[in-house]
């Protein structure tokens, strides 16, 4: 048992980038719009807040910087796909070619160099209980921002009006426009907020987890994220369990490697990509039954006041 | 005060269809030039690096066409799937696994013909790429399983597959630790014309490029993909087969993938090594959408990829500048492709707002 305990500490951890990216593209993906541009988004945040702390500032400005960006680069495709009405997964693709090409060419200077980032804070008190304390609360403040942001999401969008809002321009922009609120307005706020958060993510890789900068670091958490949102049928809770269960799969598979159980390095790097086809055919084949419900109606449309559907 | 206005088009103008993709590449190129100033490079000279080491010679058109040709097979892929509202991400992952497959077939049936060695490899290439392309397929058409993620996964899934082999079981003893097979026999060889690197898999591409547009244009079963594709319900009440179309559409797809695969492994590389591919699945998807889904416009555009692509070689050996440098490029084209897709649809007036 003494050997799970730091495995699953890891997979806090290591799922704390996914969760962040997971969040926000649930939070875009409720208003209707589909961002498949989170890898670019996450690389381009994690380029942003290393980039910050590097020149010497807070990292937590880099934090904030990292938002920045992906929020940004949400202006860009809620320009595309709510204004010009073009093609959300190509948009998106796009972002991801931008923000992969633009991180490794900005980011040359900085390969090899390594930075303070943000250190560990045990919870006085909470940490000290027995097995939840060092899973959960032995980590760094970023951590415990996204415990927050689940509560915050989970509260927001399916207790208050303005989550209410949210939910409903995702299923019919049509009702929310009628209703004397703007559509458009609302897919672009959740479209920026979205990418904001995403970019969060890619600087957590950066800031707290690997502490440098590595071109194409984040290694497919981002269409890992897009996964698990359809995991966690665009529940905030759900998408934490999901993200962590990831960790848990990236920490053992790490383990294991280090174990040198004579398994192929490449071999076991396949797994969290295995897993995650694994998982989607899980949920779909159940979805498929009729058992789980929730994508957003509208999702994917794009949406014009003056035309009837 | 003025407002803008938005109306839809009635009817579609056919001098937009050459307008658009021109202005749209012209603004990514002005684009992306703002952003090289920003880097301190000129992009006049930049862009004049490229021209010249694309175009300024026959060694530099025979390297574009070298490059062109798996862009155009995994274009054509891309194409086919998309007419059908299938969104196959997965080619860099099907294009990886036709050349596993390519070199699996030469390690395992070492042909002395080069004819019985090229069916082989084409043959091994076709099926290992469509069968990475119709597990995604199969999974959309009996679960709806998402097939943007299930694509996407599994290119991943076949990089480091190809690593497996490459560092594994398949690594030459000879190559001094280096993770590559070794090199192919002769007769695994596609031909090379002109005294350049510019090989047979040409032809292979031209050959698919006008099956497709026959299949599109003259057959009913390139009626029913494009259905298919624009009302699944319609399909169906129309009696087509869905789950069969879908699964052979994505097969398809991806031995395209896989042919390319096999082109750029036997045609120009000799064997099989790690970090061997330069993101031409990806690539592809730009192709397909430029071309607008026309197979034979993928052929146009795909030279003009290539055109890019040995571009960034020389801007990379010229400049200093590194490769995705021409992917920010690449990032910035589709932008303005998709922004020019809204002109085709709708124009924009500037029109007097009344007095309320």
């Given at each position: 048992?003494e050997?799970?305990?730091?495995?699953?500490?890891?997979?806090?951890?290591?799922?704390?980038?996914?969760?962040?990216?997971?969040?926000?593209?649930?939070?875009?993906?409720?208003?209707?719009?589909?961002?498949?541009g989170?890898?670019?988004?996450?690389l381009?945040?994690?380029l942003?807040?290393?980039?910050?702390?590097?020149?010497?500032?807070?990292?937590?400005?880099?934090?904030?910087?990292?938002?920045?960006?992906?929020?940004?680069?949400?202006?860009?495709?809620?320009?595309?796909?709510?204004?010009?009405?073009?093609?959300?997964?190509?948009?998106?693709?796009a972002?991801?070619?931008?923000?992969?090409?633009?991180?490794?060419?900005?980011?040359?200077?900085?390969?090899?160099?390594?930075?303070?980032?943000?250190?560990?804070?045990?919870v006085?008190g909470?940490?000290?209980?027995?097995?939840?304390?060092?899973?959960?609360?032995?980590?760094?403040?970023?951590?415990?921002?996204?415990?927050?942001?689940?509560?915050?999401?989970?509260?927001?969008?399916?207790?208050?009006?303005?989550?209410?809002?949210l939910?409903?321009?995702?299923?019919?922009?049509?009702?929310?426009d009628?209703?004397?609120?703007?559509?458009?307005?609302?897919?672009?706020?959740?479209?920026?907020?979205?990418?904001?958060?995403?970019g969060?993510?890619?600087?957590?890789?950066?800031?707290v987890?690997?502490?440098?900068?590595?071109?194409?670091?984040?290694?497919?958490?981002?269409?890992?994220?897009?996964?698990?949102?359809?995991?966690?049928i665009?529940?905030p809770?759900?998408?934490?369990?999901?993200?962590y269960?990831?960790?848990?799969?990236?920490?053992?598979?790490?383990?294991?490697?280090?174990?040198?159980?004579?398994?192929?390095?490449?071999?076991?790097?396949?797994?969290?990509?295995?897993?995650?086809?694994?998982?989607?055919?899980?949920?779909?084949?159940?979805?498929?039954?009729?058992?789980?419900?929730?994508?957003?109606?509208?999702?994917?449309d794009?949406?014009?006041?003056?035309?009837r559907? | 005060?003025?407002?803008?206005?938005?109306?839809?088009?009635?009817?579609?103008?056919?001098?937009?269809?050459?307008?658009?993709?021109?202005?749209?590449?012209?603004?990514?190129?002005?684009?992306?030039?703002?952003?090289?100033?920003?880097l301190?490079?000129?992009?006049?000279?930049?862009?004049?690096a490229?021209?010249?080491?694309?175009?300024?010679?026959?060694?530099?058109?025979?390297?574009?066409?070298?490059k062109?040709?798996?862009?155009?097979?995994?274009?054509?892929?891309?194409?086919?799937?998309?007419?059908?509202?299938?969104?196959n991400?997965?080619?860099?992952?099907?294009?990886?696994?036709?050349?596993?497959?390519?070199?699996?077939?030469?390690?395992?049936?070492p042909?002395?013909?080069?004819?019985?060695?090229?069916?082989?490899?084409?043959?091994?290439?076709?099926?290992?790429?469509?069968?990475?392309?119709?597990?995604?397929?199969?999974?959309?058409?009996?679960?709806?399983?998402?097939?943007?993620?299930?694509?996407?996964?599994?290119?991943?899934?076949?990089?480091?597959?190809?690593?497996?082999?490459?560092?594994?079981?398949?690594?030459?003893?000879?190559?001094?630790?280096?993770?590559?097979?070794?090199?192919?026999?002769?007769?695994?060889?596609?031909?090379?014309?002109?005294?350049?690197?510019?090989?047979s898999?040409?032809?292979?591409?031209?050959?698919?490029?006008?099956?497709?547009?026959f299949?599109?244009?003259?057959?009913?079963?390139?009626?029913?993909?494009?259905?298919?594709?624009?009302?699944?319900?319609?399909?169906?009440?129309?009696?087509?087969?869905?789950?069969?179309?879908?699964?052979?559409?994505?097969?398809?797809?991806?031995?395209?993938?896989?042919?390319?695969?096999m082109?750029?492994?036997?045609?120009?590389?000799?064997?099989?090594?790690?970090?061997?591919?330069?993101?031409y699945?990806?690539?592809?998807?730009?192709?397909?959408?430029?071309?607008?889904?026309?197979?034979?416009?993928?052929?146009?555009?795909?030279?003009?990829?290539?055109?890019?692509?040995?571009?960034?070689?020389?801007?990379?050996i010229?400049?200093?500048?590194?490769?995705?440098?021409?992917?920010?490029?690449?990032?910035?084209?589709?932008?303005?492709?998709?922004?020019?897709?809204?002109?085709?649809?709708?124009?924009?007036?500037?029109?007097?707002?009344?007095?309320?």
């Amino acid at each position: 048992m003494e050997i799970l305990l730091p495995i699953l500490a890891a997979a806090v951890r290591s799922g704390t980038p996914i969760l962040y990216a997971t969040l926000g593209e649930i939070i875009t993906e409720k208003a209707g719009i589909m961002n498949l541009g989170l890898e670019g988004i996450m690389l381009m945040g994690a380029l942003g807040g290393f980039w910050i702390n590097h020149m010497g500032y807070s990292p937590w400005l880099g934090i904030l910087f990292a938002f920045g960006v992906g929020a940004l680069m949400g202006l860009v495709h809620a320009f595309l796909c709510v204004s010009l009405r073009t093609n959300q997964v190509v948009s998106g693709l796009a972002l991801t070619m931008f923000g992969t090409g633009a991180s490794s060419l900005l980011g040359r200077a900085f390969i090899g160099e390594t930075i303070p980032g943000i250190r560990a804070w045990p919870v006085p008190g909470l940490s000290e209980i027995p097995w939840v304390g060092p899973i959960f609360f032995n980590h760094d403040p970023l951590v415990y921002m996204a415990y927050f942001l689940v509560g915050f999401l989970c509260w927001f969008l399916f207790r208050t009006r303005p989550g209410l809002h949210l939910r409903a321009v995702g299923e019919s922009p049509q009702v929310v426009d009628a209703s004397g609120i703007s559509a458009i307005r609302l897919r672009y706020l959740y479209t920026i907020l979205g990418a904001g958060i995403v970019g969060i993510g890619g600087a957590y890789m950066s800031v707290v987890y690997n502490k440098l900068w590595g071109d194409m670091m984040t290694a497919g958490r981002g269409w890992i994220a897009v996964a698990l949102v359809i995991f966690a049928i665009w529940n905030p809770l759900r998408a934490a369990f999901g993200a962590y269960l990831f960790g848990g799969v990236e920490a053992m598979q790490l383990r294991i490697q280090a174990g040198g159980t004579g398994i192929s390095a490449p071999l076991l790097l396949m797994l969290p990509y295995l897993f995650t086809i694994g998982v989607l055919l899980f949920i779909s084949i159940r979805k498929g039954r009729g058992i789980l419900l929730g994508a957003p109606a509208a999702l994917g449309d794009p949406y014009y006041r003056e035309e009837r559907e | 005060m003025w407002v803008l206005r938005c109306e839809k088009r009635v009817d579609v103008p056919r001098w937009l269809d050459l307008a658009i993709p021109l202005v749209a590449v012209a603004g990514a190129l002005a684009f992306s030039g703002i952003l090289l100033a920003f880097l301190g490079v000129s992009p006049l000279e930049a862009y004049a690096a490229m021209l010249r080491g694309a175009l300024g010679d026959w060694y530099g058109v025979s390297e574009t066409l070298v490059k062109a040709i798996p862009l155009a097979l995994c274009g054509l892929g891309v194409t086919l799937a998309f007419r059908m509202k299938v969104w196959n991400i997965g080619a860099e992952g099907q294009f990886y696994l036709g050349c596993i497959a390519t070199a699996a077939a030469v390690r395992y049936f070492p042909a002395e013909n080069g004819m019985i060695m090229f069916f082989l490899m084409f043959g091994f290439a076709i099926f290992a790429g469509g069968f990475w392309g119709a597990v995604p397929g199969f999974l959309k058409a009996r679960w709806n399983v998402n097939e943007i993620i299930t694509t996407l996964m599994l290119n991943y899934v076949a990089l480091h597959l190809a690593d497996y082999f490459v560092y594994g079981p398949w690594r030459d003893p000879a190559a001094l630790g280096f993770p590559m097979t070794a090199p192919f026999h002769e007769a695994a060889r596609l031909s090379q014309y002109f005294d350049s690197r510019l090989h047979s898999g040409l032809f292979i591409a031209l050959c698919a490029a006008l099956l497709l547009r026959f299949i599109f244009k003259w057959t009913r079963w390139g009626f029913e993909i494009r259905v298919v594709g624009q009302n699944p319900r319609g399909a169906h009440y129309a009696g087509i087969p869905y789950l069969r179309n879908l699964v052979l559409v994505m097969f398809l797809s991806g031995a395209l993938a896989g042919l390319a695969g096999m082109c750029e492994i036997a045609g120009l590389q000799g064997r099989l090594q790690h970090g061997f591919s330069s993101g031409y699945g990806y690539t592809a998807i730009i192709v397909a959408w430029l071309a607008r889904l026309n197979s034979l416009a993928v052929l146009l555009v795909a030279f003009l990829m290539g055109v890019i692509l040995v571009g960034g070689d020389t801007l990379q050996i010229v400049m200093g500048l590194p490769l995705a440098s021409t992917q920010i490029i690449q990032g910035c084209i589709l932008f303005f492709v998709l922004g020019g897709e809204f002109f085709r649809y709708y124009t924009i007036s500037l029109h007097k707002k009344e007095a309320e």
